[in-house]
């Protein structure tokens, strides 16, 4: 099994208090949850969350999922999902998507949001999801739209070599399906919208966003890709 060093994710990492009002913030309609409520249903199922980070998301899959198990490579996000779940069943552990500190086939979802699964070179993480799901079950990737503007023109605007078309392919051919999904970011007050802004995208390109953005939402694309594992599997 291949486990190597966890890739940082310089925004929760360095700033994980202003990324919490980002996770808020974001997908303030529900679109992300309604859509995944058809494509990976999750109550009374067993349910892994991969990149956890704090934790945010885990409360809201244990209120129906049969458990929950965040799983989470940075320390110290391992703590505060840990305390965020304090008194619940919910399980956080710190492992990676490489090397899930879990059995096999133990899980019916394995859920990752802007987590590891970026396209090429993810590959070990989609070998470790399926040795983890039982047949029948769903990995469910969510991640952003780098062609839905105006939050996808900053994030291209910050990674030129990103080519959407190519991640768009890697994940095809490896038997997923993928949607667009419409979100809207709701911030409370002008001072947390941009201080998410600077988090999210370097010094000029963050002055951009927060130029172009108006009032207190702003229009985030996602795309959502699923993959079932097998209910028979073939063997030579």
């Known amino acids: 099994m291949r486990s190597g060093p966890a890739i940082p994710s310089p925004n929760?990492?360095?700033?994980?208090?202003?990324?919490?009002?980002?996770?808020?913030?974001?997908?303030?309609t529900g679109a992300i949850w309604a859509h995944l409520r058809e494509v990976a249903p999750w109550a009374g199922y067993d349910?892994?969350?991969?990149?956890?980070?704090?934790?945010?998301?885990?409360?809201?899959?244990?209120?129906?999922?049969?458990?929950?198990?965040?799983?989470?490579?940075?320390p110290p996000l391992v703590e505060r999902a840990r305390a965020r779940v304090t008194g619940t069943p919910i399980e956080v552990l710190r492992g990676?998507?490489?090397?899930?500190p879990l059995p096999d086939r133990?899980?019916?979802?394995?859920?990752?949001?802007?987590?590891?699964?970026f396209g090429e070179g993810c590959e070990p993480g989609l070998l470790e999801a399926d040795r983890v799901l039982r047949p029948g079950g769903v990995l469910a990737v969510v991640d952003l739209d780098f062609a839905a503007a105006?939050?996808?023109?900053?994030?291209?605007?910050?990674?030129?070599?990103?080519?959407?078309?190519?991640?768009?392919?890697?994940?095809?051919?490896?038997?997923?399906?993928?949607?667009?999904?419409?979100?809207v970011w709701r911030f409370e007050d002008?001072?947390?919208?941009?201080?998410?802004?600077?988090?999210?995208?370097?010094?000029?390109v963050a002055a951009r966003a927060i130029a172009e953005t108006t009032g207190l939402t702003i229009d985030v694309g996602y795309r959502i890709r699923t993959r079932r594992r097998p209910v028979t599997l073939l063997r030579a």
């Open 96 to 100: 990676g998507a490489e090397a899930l």
């Open 47 to 74: 349910v892994v969350d991969v990149g956890c980070g704090d934790g945010f998301h885990l409360p809201v899959f244990a209120a129906e999922a049969a458990s929950v198990v965040g799983v989470e490579p940075h």
């Open 106 to 117: 133990s899980a019916d979802v394995v859920h990752a949001r802007t987590a590891y699964f």
């Open 190 to 204: 002008r001072a947390t919208l941009e201080a998410v802004l600077r988090i999210e995208f370097s010094a000029a």
């Open 12 to 28: 929760i990492w360095h700033w994980p208090d202003v990324y919490a009002w980002e996770n808020a913030a974001q997908d303030s």
């Open 150 to 183: 105006p939050y996808g023109n900053w994030l291209r605007a910050d990674l030129p070599k990103f080519d959407p078309v190519a991640v768009e392919g890697f994940f095809h051919r490896h038997g997923f399906r993928s949607r667009s999904v419409d979100t």
